[in-house]
């Protein structure tokens, strides 16, 4: 039970920390061991709204406090492209962050940039593992801003293991299928300030 307990745990804080990534064969934030076949050219795009009205908590009359509204608004777009069946490319532009900073739009935004090797097969096709790269270029004027995913301004690049199980290896994604991912990543932040506290 502890074991299982300590793998759900590795897995829940492994895709809260993860960064974004929209392209190839993936959800959100957790990535399959499957690339695409060789020549197959995918394109997403996505946007996202998340609004939060801010109220003040405690007792008392509280001259100074004013109420804010912050929300989080992104918008991206992912190309990816296989140059075999083991290996896939993504690039990703992040096309608009409102950042609640004088440059409210930064644009350009960070471009997220993935490789993936994998569609190794193994116990009858029903595991495939899979390597994967990315890199996030600091290309957007303003970094870590309120409610979006942690950026130190610095390139920024990780590495992670991908274990795909489907159940069914003819039709996988037909019938139930998990995905783990184990990963490291480099916010490569020494020396940056990364609270603007003045």
């Known amino acids: 039970m502890k074991k299982l307990s300590l793998i759900l745990l590795v897995v829940l804080v492994a895709s809260a ?3 974004p990534r929209f392209g190839g064969r993936s959800l959100i ?3 399959s061991a499957r690339t695409f076949e060789k020549g197959h050219l995918e394109l997403k795009t996505n946007m996202n709204f998340f609004t939060r ?3 003040f908590v405690g007792s008392g009359e509280q001259p100074n406090f004013q109420a804010n509204n ?3 608004v992104a918008g991206n777009f992912a190309l990816t492209y296989a140059f075999t ?3 896939d490319f993504t690039i990703m532009p992040r096309l608009y962050q409102d950042t609640h900073y004088a440059n409210e739009y930064n644009v350009p935004g960070d471009i997220f940039l993935a490789a993936k090797i ?3 097969a193994f116990a009858n096709r029903k595991l495939y593992g899979g390597l994967i790269s990315n890199i996030r270029l600091a290309t957007g004027e303003q970094h870590n801003y309120p409610f979006a995913e942690y950026a130190s301004g610095s390139t920024e690049y990780g590495f992670m293991g991908a274990l ?3 159940m069914d290896p003819y039709l996988p994604e037909r019938a139930f299928n998990a995905h783990l991912n184990v990963g490291w990543w480099n916010h490569n ?3 940056n300030m990364v609270y603007d506290v003045g």
Do not use: P
């Open 189 to 191: 932040e020494a020396g």
């Open 164 to 166: 795909s199980y489907y």
């Open 53 to 55: 009205a801010t109220e």
């Open 29 to 31: 934030h957790t990535q």
């Open 17 to 19: 920390i993860s960064q």
């Open 118 to 120: 994998g569609t190794f």
């Open 85 to 87: 069946d083991h290996v």
């Open 70 to 72: 912050y929300w989080l």
